[in-house]
């Protein structure tokens, strides 16, 4: 089994920055892929990154690409999501998931096995 923990949403004005972190437990971290997704109040729950195994593939949607960056620190078991030039729209509950069997990059969002508990992000006009 799998834990994933979120930390470091908050309130922000738009334009301004946070990064998630997203800790995970478990001996075999390293061979997840993982992803960051998010659910705004009344809609449906979105990829926003993934990021593969090694670190040295990324995704994203086109909504973030060139704001939001992915990273991982397997030596630390954790992954990260810093968010640049936050807009009111990028306000939502931010989840983290582990994909623990990866068939392709980037997985479907049905392939992820783990999910944290979210954290909430405020982007404030």
């Known amino acids: 089994q799998v834990q994933l923990v979120e930390s470091g949403g908050g309130l922000v004005q738009a334009g301004g920055s946070l990064r998630l972190s997203c800790a995970a437990s478990?001996?075999?971290?390293?061979?997840?892929?993982m992803g960051w997704f998010r659910q705004a109040p009344g809609k449906e729950r979105e990829f926003v990154a993934a990021?593969?195994?090694?670190?040295?593939?990324?995704y994203y949607a086109d909504s973030v690409k060139g704001r939001f960056t992915i990273s991982r620190d397997n030596a630390k078991n954790t992954v990260y999501l810093q968010m640049n030039s936050l807009k009111p729209e990028d306000t939502a509950v931010y989840y983290c998931?582990?994909?623990?069997?990866?068939?392709?990059?980037?997985?479907?969002?049905?392939?992820?096995?783990?999910w944290g508990q979210g954290t909430q992000v405020t982007a404030s006009s």
């Open positions: 990021i593969s195994w090694s670190g040295a593939n990324t």
């Open positions: 478990g001996r075999t971290f390293s061979s997840y892929v």
């Open positions: 998931a582990a994909d623990a069997n990866t068939l392709g990059f980037p997985p479907p969002r049905t392939a992820y096995d783990y």
